[in-house]
């Protein structure tokens, strides 16, 4: 089993509260198709084996590339590697982009899931973070994704935004259920210093969402997807039975994967790599350069039991007691079971047969519990 991921690294716009590597002038973009795809040619080995069961265009916005610029790109991926047979196949699009002679062209590239950033059903929300589309483009894109036979979608829906109450949250989940897509992304509003808000925050804009409001909104999220029949497999992530993410499950089950383009990140069961976040020296040390694109570290016993513990716990499949003596050893099993003990007795976590998940109390401080967690 292994992944494949493509960051795109061009936006139309900027998102003000974006903490993702993109550049919103794609003026160097035949370039960096030419890196990208020359990349993926000197990596051919990366991986110990060409056959990849997920591949995920991510960014930035791959759907500010045309047909013919994934075609290029798909080109050099089809001459190095192969898909299995049933592969997943992921483009991150926005509402705007997607017209319908958009997505029959992404039909013909093999596409078969797409990934929607909507983040809101309210206008106002949207200008205010300073998304392209309005909410009824982005419902109309679901509709027009699924009349072209894209039956598999993701959308992206941000809470904890400082403006939003619990009862437009509501209106938002109730909305983006009617839709009837098998998968939902939510995330809550975080501020984060170099994107546009944390600046303004910087200059001493309150950003601030009473924890009561994002308890009451977290709570409201995980009851109206349940109820709905949605899984609430990951910490962020809600699916049909079945209609998890692969890719991102591959993820946070430490199957390897390769990532290309800028920024992007590699695994491959004992080192991570990282491209450089800089699109210019991105282009420049892959076109002409004689320096690594990339910094590599080998992991150590620590960092993978790290690893393991942060990505496990955050699912519904937990974190394996058994999983880590076999991986890691007795002495890593005994730490992770003696510091889990006073979590399970004050009913932050569950535990069965030696897997250990979240219970809901301890979803919302799943990070505080994973870094007690870890070994230091
Ligand atoms: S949220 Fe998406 S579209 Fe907006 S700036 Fe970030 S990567 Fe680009």
């Given at each position: 089993?292994?992944?494949?991921?493509?960051?795109?690294p061009y936006?139309?716009?900027?998102c003000?509260y974006c903490?993702?590597?993109f550049?919103?002038?794609?003026?160097?973009?035949?370039e960096m198709?030419?890196?990208?795809?020359k990349?993926m040619?000197?990596r051919?080995?990366?991986?110990?084996?060409?056959?990849?069961?997920?591949?995920?265009f991510?960014?930035?916005?791959?759907?500010?590339?045309?047909?013919?610029?994934?075609?290029?790109l798909?080109?050099t991926?089809?001459?190095?590697?192969?898909l299995s047979?049933?592969?997943?196949v992921?483009?991150?699009?926005?509402p705007?982009?997607?017209?319908?002679?958009?997505?029959?062209g992404?039909?013909?590239?093999?596409?078969?899931?797409?990934?929607?950033?909507?983040q809101?059903?309210?206008?106002n929300?949207?200008?205010?973070m300073?998304?392209?589309?309005?909410?009824q483009e982005?419902i109309r894109?679901?509709?027009?994704?699924?009349?072209n036979?894209f039956d598999?979608?993701?959308i992206?829906?941000?809470?904890g935004?400082?403006?939003?109450?619990?009862?437009?949250?509501?209106?938002h989940?109730?909305?983006?259920?009617?839709?009837?897509?098998?998968?939902?992304s939510?995330?809550h509003?975080?501020?984060?210093?170099?994107?546009?808000?944390?600046?303004?925050?910087?200059r001493?804009?309150?950003?601030s969402?009473p924890?009561?409001?994002s308890?009451a909104?977290f709570?409201l999220?995980?009851?109206?997807?349940?109820?709905?029949?949605?899984?609430?497999?990951?910490i962020?992530?809600f699916?049909r039975?079945?209609?998890?993410?692969r890719?991102?499950?591959?993820?946070?089950?430490?199957?390897?994967y390769?990532?290309i383009g800028?920024?992007?990140?590699?695994?491959?069961?004992?080192?991570?790599?990282?491209?450089?976040?800089?699109?210019?020296?991105?282009?420049?040390q892959l076109?002409?350069g004689?320096?690594?694109?990339?910094e590599?570290?080998?992991?150590?016993?620590?960092?993978?039991?790290?690893?393991?513990?942060?990505?496990?716990?955050?699912?519904?499949?937990?974190?394996?007691?058994?999983?880590?003596?076999?991986k890691?050893?007795?002495?890593?099993?005994?730490?992770?079971?003696?510091?889990?003990?006073?979590?399970?007795?004050?009913?932050?976590?569950?535990?069965?047969?030696?897997?250990y998940?979240?219970?809901?109390?301890?979803?919302l401080?799943?990070?505080?519990?994973?870094?007690?967690l870890?070994v230091?």
């Amino acid at each position: 089993m292994a992944g494949f991921y493509v960051h795109v690294p061009y936006c139309r716009q900027v998102c003000y509260y974006c903490d993702f590597h993109f550049r919103a002038a794609l003026k160097d973009k035949p370039e960096m198709l030419m890196a990208m795809r020359k990349e993926m040619g000197l990596r051919k080995d990366y991986l110990s084996s060409p056959v990849v069961h997920t591949l995920y265009f991510g960014g930035g916005t791959p759907s500010a590339l045309s047909i013919a610029d994934l075609s290029a790109l798909l080109d050099t991926f089809h001459r190095r590697y192969s898909l299995s047979s049933g592969a997943e196949v992921t483009l991150e699009a926005n509402p705007d982009d997607l017209t319908g002679e958009y997505l029959s062209g992404l039909r013909g590239l093999g596409f078969n899931r797409l990934s929607i950033g909507i983040q809101s059903f309210d206008d106002n929300c949207l200008r205010w973070m300073n998304r392209r589309h309005t909410a009824q483009e982005a419902i109309r894109a679901v509709k027009k994704a699924q009349d072209n036979g894209f039956d598999n979608i993701n959308i992206d829906l941000i809470y904890g935004i400082p403006a939003m109450s619990v009862s437009q949250w509501e209106r938002h989940l109730k909305t983006a259920l009617s839709l009837d897509v098998p998968h939902l992304s939510t995330y809550h509003l975080t501020i984060e210093s170099r994107t546009v808000f944390g600046k303004r925050k910087n200059r001493g804009e309150d950003f601030s969402v009473p924890e009561r409001e994002s308890v009451a909104q977290f709570d409201l999220l995980s009851n109206i997807c349940e109820k709905a029949g949605y899984e609430h497999y990951e910490i962020s992530n809600f699916a049909r039975p079945g209609l998890y993410s692969r890719h991102n499950t591959a993820y946070w089950r430490q199957i390897p994967y390769i990532g290309i383009g800028p920024s992007a990140h590699s695994y491959d069961g004992t080192s991570r790599q990282w491209n450089v976040s800089h699109n210019a020296q991105y282009i420049e040390q892959l076109l002409h350069g004689h320096e690594k694109w990339y910094e590599r570290e080998i992991l150590t016993v620590s960092e993978s039991y790290n690893d393991y513990v942060l990505t496990s716990l955050r699912t519904m499949w937990g974190t394996d007691a058994a999983v880590v003596h076999k991986k890691f050893g007795k002495t890593f099993a005994e730490y992770f079971v003696r510091k889990a003990a006073p979590y399970l007795r004050q009913g932050y976590m569950n535990e069965q047969t030696a897997v250990y998940t979240l219970s809901h109390k301890g979803k919302l401080i799943a990070d505080r519990i994973a870094s007690d967690l870890f070994v230091v």
